[in-house]
């Protein structure tokens, strides 16, 4: 996949954006709304995010350790490598979502959790924006970011914020459907 830098950036970030809404609507559901499940191995709403909390305790730090210290400028293009399009197209939400075990230290099941963890995904939202902005300045191709599941593996950054980002697709979309209802 090639795409002109402007057209990824604007892609993520309006991703971003309604990300940050469907968070501002989930925060105006009963937080027993938010614990519901339709099965005792079912991820609730809440599950959900603290899920996508728990990776972007790993990834934002890293994300924002590599674009301080890339020394690689920007291209007006980016182009995906084949291991990070691969993740990617593996996680980004579609009509038929494949199953995918989380690691047991990603997996949030059966945690006790209240609504405070919706401030702490809305705080990751905006740092995510903010590092998008800031990876304008640097090369999304040449610098390289650690995975979490193995941290000698290093993807781009662009297809690390695709990831990152469709990941936080893919669980929204689930934490909505675990609300039984559609807030957009």
Same mark, same amino acid.
């Not at 614990?35 to 990776?55: D, G, P």
């Not at 929204?172 to 675990?178: F, P, R, T």
């Given at each position: *996949? ?8 604007? +892609?993520?970030?309006t991703l971003v954006?309604s990300?940050i809404q469907i968070?501002?609507?989930? !925060?105006s559901?009963? +937080? *027993?709304?938010l614990n ?8 609730s709403?809440?599950?959900?995010? +603290?899920?996508?909390?728990?990776y ?9 350790n ?5 020394s ?5 293009? &980016?182009k995906?490598g084949i291991?990070?399009? $691969?993740f990617?197209?593996?996680i980004k939400p579609k009509e038929?979502?494949?199953? *995918? !075990?989380?690691?047991?230290?990603m997996?949030?099941l059966?945690?006790k959790?209240?609504s405070?963890i919706?401030d702490? &995904?809305l705080k990751?939202?905006?740092?995510t924006? *903010?590092?998008l902005?800031?990876s304008?300045?640097v ?10 599941i $193995?941290k000698?593996?290093k993807l %781009?950054?662009?297809?690390t &914020?695709r &990831?990152f980002i $469709?990941?936080n697709?893919r669980?929204?979309?689930?934490a909505? %459907? ?6 957009m």
């Amino acid at each position: *996949m090639k795409i002109q830098f402007d057209q990824f950036y604007n +892609e993520l970030t309006t991703l971003v954006q309604s990300h940050i809404q469907i968070i501002e609507k989930l !925060k105006s559901k009963a +937080e *027993m709304k938010l614990n519901q499940k339709t099965s005792a191995e079912s991820w609730s709403a809440l599950e959900c995010i +603290e899920h996508l909390n728990r990776y972007g305790n790993f990834y934002l730090p890293e994300i924002e350790n590599r674009i301080k210290n890339s020394s690689y400028l920007s291209e007006n293009t &980016f182009k995906s490598g084949i291991l990070g399009n $691969y993740f990617t197209n593996l996680i980004k939400p579609k009509e038929k979502l494949n199953k *995918m !075990k989380s690691p047991k230290n990603m997996n949030p099941l059966g945690s006790k959790l209240d609504s405070f963890i919706l401030d702490t &995904f809305l705080k990751q939202l905006h740092q995510t924006l *903010m590092l998008l902005e800031e990876s304008k300045a640097v090369s999304l191709n040449k610098t390289k970011v650690s995975i979490s599941i $193995y941290k000698h593996l290093k993807l %781009k950054l662009g297809d690390t &914020f695709r &990831f990152f980002i $469709y990941h936080n697709e893919r669980h929204l979309q689930q934490a909505i %459907k675990a609300t039984s209802e559609i807030i957009m």
